[in-house]
């Protein structure tokens, strides 16, 4: 089984709608994150988490919104989502500590927002 | 601000050719760890290798291997013989305290 999984992998949406994206993970780390992206831009971080208290905005968190529910899950909801928003979607988590600081990506979710 | 350019966006080689992607980056910090992810077509991101600043030493891992040094602020990756497999999407990616800097990321495209 995948360490870190991403539900759904695909959706398509109408301009307007709410939508969730799950994350979750079995590797036990603190750490999570949620980053975008889009072609020819490389990846953009929109937000991060170090525990179930702790959440912080990225560089692109405008019209987005998070929810760490336990350790292992991390939601990222486009409360009302529009066409730029329009794009993949990955899941990390971070194995921190000594000389392993490593961020493992989850298989990734498009979203088209028609 | 913490930065990281792959100046090659896309390349296109012949089976058995060897290639080099090129990373560069920019930072203030004197302790941070570089990274390379591979992205093939079918999506997922997978790591490739860390290297923290204090390390300088190459480092070889079968076909793959990787070229880090500080006087220039690169950590180039080399693929050898490259194969058909080897397709992907190749990022770059820099440590900013708790979160991960990408560069464009370079499409490597072999052919057979």
């Known amino acids: 089984d995948a360490d870190v999984t991403q539900t759904p992998r695909n959706r398509i949406t109408k301009t307007g709608k709410r939508i969730m994206l799950e994350c979750s993970q079995t590797?036990?780390?603190?750490?999570m994150y949620w980053y975008r992206q889009d072609p020819g831009l490389g990846l953009r971080l929109i937000y991060y988490?170090?525990?179930?208290?702790?959440?912080n905005k990225g560089e692109i968190s405008d019209g987005y919104s998070v929810s760490r529910q336990a350790q292992a899950k991390f939601s990222l909801s486009l409360e009302s989502a529009i066409p730029n928003q329009t794009a993949l979607y990955f899941c990390?988590?971070?194995?921190?500590?000594?000389?392993?600081?490593?961020?493992?990506f989850g298989p990734g979710t498009r979203l088209t927002v028609l | 601000a913490q930065k990281v350019t792959q100046a090659q966006t896309e390349i296109s080689v012949v089976e058995k050719e060897d290639v080099t992607l090129d990373c560069v980056y920019e930072t203030r910090d004197t302790t941070y760890y570089l990274f390379w992810y591979k992205q093939p077509p079918s999506g997922e991101l997978v790591f490739l290798i860390r290297?923290?600043?204090?390390?300088?030493q190459n480092e070889i891992s079968g076909r793959y291997s990787w070229n880090f040094q500080k006087s220039t602020s690169s950590f180039n990756f080399t693929i050898t013989a490259s194969q058909v497999v080897d397709s992907a999407v190749y990022f770059c990616a820099l440590s900013e305290f708790e979160k991960l800097v990408f560069g464009k990321g370079t499409k490597l495209t072999v052919n057979p």
């Open positions: 990390a988590t971070r194995e921190s500590g000594g000389d392993k600081d490593t961020q493992y």
């Open positions: 988490s170090f525990d179930v208290k702790d959440i």
């Open positions: 590797k036990g780390h603190d750490r």
């Open positions: 290297r923290n600043s204090f390390d300088e």
